[in-house]
């Protein structure tokens, strides 16, 4: 709970300031809107609304007709989508893209960028820096609207350092990601772990939207999890939270990337697929050859497969289940998400289910409501930079005035 007693009078504007441009987003359209949501006097939420309209980040339309007796019409209060600009970088074996969103939380544009070895993390920030420059000059999108990046990363995230402690699948260790992101681009860098962005962004405008507490299980290439309460993510006390790859099943004839036979990554992702129906080399996962895995299991889940290959997947969804089943008596959510690239295939979506619907948690703990998510949104690391730099206080008004005069100037 925020504790507004202790702030300053200017931290306490700030503040108020975030708080309205997020209830504008969500819909409050007026003055009076604000006031009640708020509780601050007309007079102070005048103050703000002028700020922020001098600053080209709201703007009115038309007018709200009062409903509730004689007086004069509402002005509405929008977002003003070109106000500002959001970049988001996504950094997985599946997905290395680029996402550009508005103000008004629309994807204004996409790319994806290539980097032939993802396990090289300089060679990913380049190619970072050099698609995005293209993306924004080919778009003629003003950079001086551009609030901030956010960055996703499929490994362990200390996010208020900006480190990627350690990205197994990627051969990442201790890598400072947001300052050399920060370095190449110029912009402000939030960086996260991809299962816990896709989980806050799917609880704000997704499946999960309404429910209180999610546990999101990826099937890609590995398999992976991410637990949040009221929109708020569990990291854990080295931000190690959600490795549900790695939890202790059978031993096999696989050996996963952290070295032991019996993790449920040998058994459930995709990639255990692709050594039993002998797509790819080797029984051992190799982090250096993470997008070779990809590549494969884009191809086998593009194809009509075999009936082994079908049985394999649907044993992964099987086995995932399973073990999303134990997971949920440890958290008890009210919402399971299921994602990745694995959830397209409806032979792994029929052994997750099958699985499920005889899973028995009755006796001891609720059942959540479980739903398979084949294209959670792209965007969720943009929205990462929306939330940190805009319906924030560290929102400043100040650099609009600024970047305003040197369009004047130049």
């Not at 949501?37 to 103050?47: D, N, P, V, Y």
């Not at 920060?182 to 896709?198: H, P, Y």
Request: proline residues 3%; contains cysteine.
């Amino acid at each position: 709970m925020v504790n507004m007693s202790a702030m300053s009078t200017q931290t306490l504007r700030k503040y108020h300031r975030s708080v309205v441009l997020r209830l504008i987003a969500d819909g409050a359209t007026t003055r009076t809107d604000l006031a009640q949501a708020i509780g601050l006097s007309s007079m102070g939420i005048t103050r703000i609304v002028n700020e922020l309209m001098a600053a080209d980040l709201i703007v009115t339309r038309g007018k709200r007709t009062n409903d509730k007796g004689p007086g004069r019409h509402s002005a509405k209060l929008e977002i003003r989508p070109d106000g500002a600009f959001f970049i988001g970088a996504t950094v997985s074996a599946f997905t290395t893209e680029l996402v550009c969103l508005n103000a008004a939380g629309d994807i204004q544009c996409r790319m994806p960028f290539s980097c032939e070895d993802v396990s090289d993390a300089d060679a990913v920030v380049e190619a970072i820096a050099t698609a995005l420059k293209q993306l924004l000059m080919a778009e003629g999108i003003d950079q001086s609207r551009i609030l901030g990046m956010g960055a996703t990363v499929a490994g362990i995230v200390d996010q208020a350092n900006g480190l990627v402690t350690r990205a197994g699948y990627l051969g990442w260790e201790n890598v400072p990601f947001a300052a050399k992101l920060e370095q190449a681009t110029g912009f402000d860098i939030v960086i996260e772990n991809l299962a816990n962005a896709i989980n806050m962004f799917s609880h704000r405008f997704g499946l999960a939207n309404g429910y209180h507490s999610t546990l999101l299980v990826s099937g890609g290439t590995t398999c992976g999890s991410s637990f949040a309460q009221a929109g708020e993510p569990l990291r854990g006390h080295t931000f190690e939270a959600g490795q549900l790859g790695h939890t202790r099943v059978a031993s096999g004839d696989l050996v996963c990337s952290c070295g032991r036979d019996d993790c449920l990554n040998t058994i459930a992702s995709g990639w255990s697929v692709l050594a039993r129906s002998n797509r790819i080399k080797g029984r051992t996962f190799q982090g250096a050859h993470t997008n070779q895995y990809a590549v494969a299991l884009t191809e086998l889940l593009a194809e009509d497969p075999s009936e082994v290959v079908s049985g394999w997947l649907r044993d992964a969804g099987k086995n995932l289940a399973d073990a999303t089943a134990e997971a949920c008596l440890l958290l008890n959510p009210d919402m399971v998400l299921v994602v990745g690239a694995m959830a397209v295939s409806p032979d792994f979506a029929e052994g997750f289910r099958v699985a499920w619907a005889d899973a028995r948690l009755g006796d001891v703990s609720t059942k959540p409501n479980c739903e398979i998510d084949t294209a959670p949104d792209v965007a969720a690391a943009a929205h990462l930079a929306m939330d940190e730099f805009f319906f924030s206080p560290k929102l400043t008004l100040s650099r609009f005035s600024r970047a305003d005069a040197r369009s004047r100037l130049g």
